[in-house]
């Protein structure tokens, strides 16, 4: 289990490991090449992104020290979340679709069809959460928060890849500039990303001019132009997590911790769809969550949370959590 003790050392060993630790974790598995229609191996840059901003903002360790200062607390003692528990959180969304071609312009179904994924997986009202393994049974979670569809905002581009640079998320840059993303969840759907990178969130702590979540338009919802095994809107709900404050499930390190004292150790991530049950290496030699939303398995593969997960993501509503004005 993870110690809540090791969460002072984050900040301190996130500029000097997480790079590798990265790569370490995605040298575990083949990664064929991605192509635009077709994505094939999960890739989230979550971390390399926060990296970037670490060495970009040098307050921005500090903020999220506070952060994870909080969410200690918050751990040690649930009553601190008080109303945050009800499941009245609603979370308004803002999608913003950056498109080159006609596929690329998700509909309207696409775009509502991923906000009642998130509903569904948030809520516990998957139709694969009983299917989590009975070992986890004790342990899955329904978070209790809710999204609802604000608004949809347009743009054509020329773009025929996007980096990790934010680019999207400016119109300086060719892309859209967030909608008051201190309230209000901004989501940018766009065309293929270099590096074979479907998807990415920035961790509550960063600039409110970068807050949100970016997905590719074939890993966005579950009809459409979604393309398997990415076509049942788990990239999104995997990246909302991580908007939310939690970590890969493997800690970015061989046998890293999430911060979650509920959640198996992990030797790297997986991929695919790991057979069951997935012993890890690491000790005591757990088996491993791969149905966990915080893994890199399939969208078919991934269908639960933890009662863990659920308290770190809740403390961010918590006064100085980061997400504090979606609970008012």
Known sequence: MKKLSMLLCMVALLLTSCTRNEKQADATAVQPKVTEDEPQGRRCAAMDVLNEQLKADPALAGRMAAIENLTARVQKDKSLLRLQADGSIL???????LYRTTAQNVSAAQIQSQIDVLNADYNALNSDYSSVPALFSPVKASVGVHFVLKSVVRQSTTKTSWSTNDAMKKSAQGGINPTTPDSVLNIWVVGAMSGGVI????FPGGASATDGVVIAYNCFGNTGAAASPFNLGRTATHEVGHWLNLRHIWGDATCGTDYVDDTPFHNAANYGCPSYP?????????????MNYMDYTDDACMYMFTAGQKTRMLATFVSGGGRTLFAQ
């Open 91 to 97: 979370i308004p969304v803002v999608v913003n679709v």
């Open 199 to 202: 998807g990415y969130a920035q």
């Open 278 to 290: 997935h012993y890890s290496t690491c000790s005591g030699t757990p088996v491993e969550q791969t």
